[in-house]
């Protein structure tokens, strides 16, 4: 199974792919974290996260997907042209998964990514019509979106984004896996016992 690549930047959103990232841990996916450095970056919950790589080290035939976290102010990410130059070199490559939520999908703008995509995301109006690089014409009205090897979403639908990104990589999961407590439970279903393969 080809590894993950989570791409960070500074305020970006780890709560909008943890879900993912969990499905992916459940399923022996590994990721591995990218950024423009090495430095720490700051999530905009506050979290610090060390990068395992810069975008020099990736080697494309090691991953099947890249994945981009929505970002607080975009501001910063999107003048990184190192953020741009990594996913400039997807602009033809449908071979690999992209997947991005909320406000992210203005770095694939910028890098020419939407220009042949269906998206969603959750761009101000606003912010639609002052960067001219995004796509308007290819933007849905949608919470998530899939276009070939493309997933876009809206912040607020980051478990249907979790479940269709994990889909396009191979991952059998069913629609409900993160619809939250839907039922009345028994103590016998809430009691837990070590596995098999827990133990190994």
Same mark, same amino acid.
């Given at each position: 199974?080809?590894?993950?690549?989570?791409?960070?930047?500074?305020?970006?959103?780890?709560?909008?792919?943890?879900?993912?990232?969990?499905?992916?841990?459940?399923?022996?996916?590994?990721?591995?974290?990218?950024?423009?450095?090495?430095?720490?970056?700051?999530?905009?919950?506050?979290?610090?996260?060390?990068?395992?790589?810069?975008?020099?080290?990736?080697?494309? !035939? &090691? *991953? %099947?997907? $890249?994945?981009?976290?929505?970002?607080?102010?975009?501001?910063?990410?999107?003048?990184? @042209?190192?953020?741009?130059?990594?996913?400039?070199?997807?602009?033809?490559?449908?071979?690999?998964?992209?997947?991005?939520?909320?406000?992210?999908?203005?770095?694939?703008?910028?890098?020419?990514?939407?220009?042949?995509?269906?998206?969603?995301?959750?761009?101000?109006?606003?912010?639609? !019509? &002052? *960067? %001219?690089? $995004?796509?308007?014409?290819?933007?849905?009205?949608?919470?998530?979106?899939?276009?070939? @090897?493309?997933?876009?979403?809206?912040?607020?639908?980051?478990?249907?984004?979790?479940?269709?990104?994990?889909?396009?990589?191979?991952?059998?999961?069913?629609?409900?896996?993160?619809?939250?407590?839907?039922?009345?439970?028994?103590?016998?279903?809430?009691?837990?016992?070590?596995?098999? !393969?827990?133990?190994?």
């Amino acid at each position: 199974m080809r590894k993950g690549a989570v791409v960070v930047y500074p305020q970006f959103s780890m709560q909008e792919i943890s879900c993912l990232t969990e499905l992916f841990k459940f399923y022996g996916k590994e990721i591995t974290v990218f950024a423009s450095s090495l430095k720490p970056v700051n999530s905009e919950d506050g979290f610090t996260i060390l990068p395992h790589k810069t975008f020099s080290d990736f080697q494309r !035939d &090691e *991953y %099947d997907c $890249i994945i981009l976290p929505g970002i607080w102010d975009f501001r910063e990410a999107l003048e990184d @042209n190192k953020n741009i130059g990594f996913l400039r070199q997807f602009v033809n490559d449908n071979d690999i998964i992209i997947a991005s939520i909320s406000s992210s999908p203005i770095l694939l703008a910028k890098a020419g990514i939407l220009d042949n995509h269906k998206y969603c995301g959750g761009l101000f109006e606003e912010v639609i !019509d &002052e *960067y %001219d690089f $995004i796509p308007r014409k290819n933007l849905v009205r949608k919470p998530v979106c899939v276009d070939t @090897n493309l997933v876009t979403a809206i912040g607020f639908a980051f478990r249907e984004f979790a479940v269709e990104t994990a889909r396009k990589v191979g991952i059998d999961c069913k629609d409900n896996i993160f619809s939250g407590v839907t039922k009345e439970y028994s103590e016998e279903e809430l009691t837990f016992h070590f596995s098999a !393969d827990f133990e190994e």
